[in-house]
């Protein structure tokens, strides 16, 4: 099987063999009926798109989340294939130049796999920015973030990370007040992070730094590649700051910083960057109502 021949954390697997894919499906389309429609040339690699995708899946080379990530990507690219390879249909070049084409295309995939990571595998710090207003004083919003008691389902307004699989948060507890504290931060599924306080001000800003607990997330709640703490994604640091408003009101302020080490870094960030806003947002959100609650 083709997947098994390749990385799939890797350009090859996630851009080139999409491409090839559409190509040949195109290619062979274009050969039984010579004025094939352009919608076909679009459309038809999503077929072979989807099948490398499902026997991942079915394989267990990937989990749904990663499918769900690769998918778009996975449809754009096959259909570029797919047009380039109608493109060339319409030069009528002949067969054996056809046929020359097709199996360097076919080919690509497994010419370019070996010598991508050292070209394209980088290491990059992403910065994740949200803010709130929360009508409370930073005296009450404070206490709510320190520690986060236990977060009810009811809490957690509908997010979409949540339902392609990312848990939910759960939890912050802090074994004491200061520079040095530990908070230890749950998510649903067994998920921890240890959180070292290292900026403490009070009413301003809260800082540390993050250390998934990798070993001991199973295997069911994120799968290898995107696990956090694993070779692919980790979350590093977060911070929050506090910034009182003339009403009296309170805009806080979550800043967190995580690695992707791809060699697609390019396409990775959008989603690990969407999923850490709509995380923040979350919690963002928590806080909010429980502020403007104590603040009543």
């Known amino acids: ?114 010598f991508e990571a050292a070209l394209l595998h980088r290491n990059d710090v992403r910065t994740v920015e949200n803010e709130v207003d929360i009508k409370a004083p930073p005296s009450v919003v404070w206490g709510e973030i320190k520690r986060v008691p236990k977060i009810s389902k009811s809490e957690l307004i509908s997010s979409w990370s949540q339902r392609i699989g990312f848990p939910d948060p759960v939890e912050a507890t802090l074994s004491y007040e200061g520079v040095g504290g530990v908070r230890h931060a749950t998510f649903a599924g067994g998920v921890l992070f240890i959180e070292n306080v290292d900026v403490w001000e009070p009413e301003h800003r809260l800082a540390f730094s993050i250390h998934a607990q990798t070993a001991q997330i199973p295997p069911t709640t994120l799968d290898e590649h995107v696990t956090v703490g694993g070779p692919f994604f980790d979350v590093l640091r977060g911070e929050y700051m506090l910034e009182p408003l003339a009403n009296g009101e309170t805009r806080l302020h979550l800043a967190s910083h995580h690695r992707i080490s791809t060699d697609f870094n390019w396409y990775a960030h959008l989603w690990t960057d969407a999923v850490m806003s709509d995380l923040q947002t979350r919690i963002l959100r928590v806080v909010k109502n429980r502020a403007e609650a104590a603040a009543q």
Do not use: N
């Not at 319409?90 to 497994?110: E, G, H």
């Open 1 to 114: 099987m083709i997947t098994t021949l390749l990385t799939t954390m890797s350009v090859a697997f996630i851009v080139i063999l999409p491409f090839a894919m559409g190509y040949i499906a195109v290619s062979i389309a274009e050969r039984k009926s010579e004025r094939s429609r352009i919608w076909i040339w679009i459309f038809l690699p999503w077929l072979s798109a989807v099948a490398a995708l499902a026997a991942s899946l079915i394989t267990w080379l990937e989990g749904m989340i990663c499918i769900i990530m690769l998918l778009p990507i996975a449809l754009l690219i096959s259909s570029l294939g797919g047009v380039t390879a109608g493109l060339v249909a319409r030069r009528k070049l002949r067969r054996k130049t056809q046929d020359i084409m097709m199996a360097v295309v076919l080919l690509l995939p497994f010419l370019v796999h070996p």
